[in-house]
C-alpha cells in the first residue's frame, strides 16, 4: 500500500474520530478549563451570592447578576488574593468593563460572600 493511502485513511478515521467525540463532550456540557483563572472563576459561579447589608445599602446597583457579570469577564488579581487560607480564600478581581473598578469576595465552601465592591 502506498504512503499516500495510509496517510489518507488516517486522515479520514482521524476527523471521524474527532467529529465523534465533539458530539459527545457538546451533549455533556464539559468545560476545559486549563488556565487557573478559568478554574477559578468556574468554581465562583458555581456558587451562591450573599452581599452584606451595609454593602447594598452603599452600592444599591449590587445584584447577584451584577456579580456574576464582573467575576465572568473580570481579571483575578493573584497577587493580591489571599488563596493560601484554610476556611475562605480571598479573591481580588479588578473589572475591565464600561466603569473600573475592583471586587474582593471570599469563597467559602458553599457560599460567595462579597467583602467590598469599588468603581473607579
Known amino acids: 500500500m502506498k504512503l499516500l493511502y495510509r496517510i489518507g485513511f488516517y486522515l ?6 474527532l ?8 451533549k455533556k456540557k464539559t468545560e476545559f478549563n486549563y488556565s487557573p483563572s478559568a478554574r477559578v472563576k468556574s468554581n465562583l459561579l458555581k456558587k451562591k451570592v450573599r ?6 445599602i452603599e452600592n444599591q446597583i ?6 456574576y457579570f464582573y467575576i465572568k469577564n473580570g481579571n483575578i488579581n493573584f497577587s493580591k488574593s489571599e488563596t ?7 479573591y ?10 475592583f471586587l474582593t469576595l471570599a469563597n467559602c465552601e458553599k457560599t460567595l460572600n462579597i467583602l467590598s465592591f469599588k468603581t473607579l
Open 62 to 67: 449590587l445584584t447577584d447578576s451584577l456579580i
Open 92 to 101: 481580588y478581581i479588578e473589572i475591565m468593563s464600561d466603569n473600573n473598578g
Open 19 to 26: 467529529m465523534f467525540l465533539t458530539f459527545i463532550l457538546d
Open 12 to 17: 479520514i478515521g482521524f476527523s471521524v474520530g
Open 51 to 56: 452581599i452584606s447589608s451595609k454593602l447594598l
Open 84 to 90: 493560601k487560607k484554610d476556611s475562605c480564600n480571598i
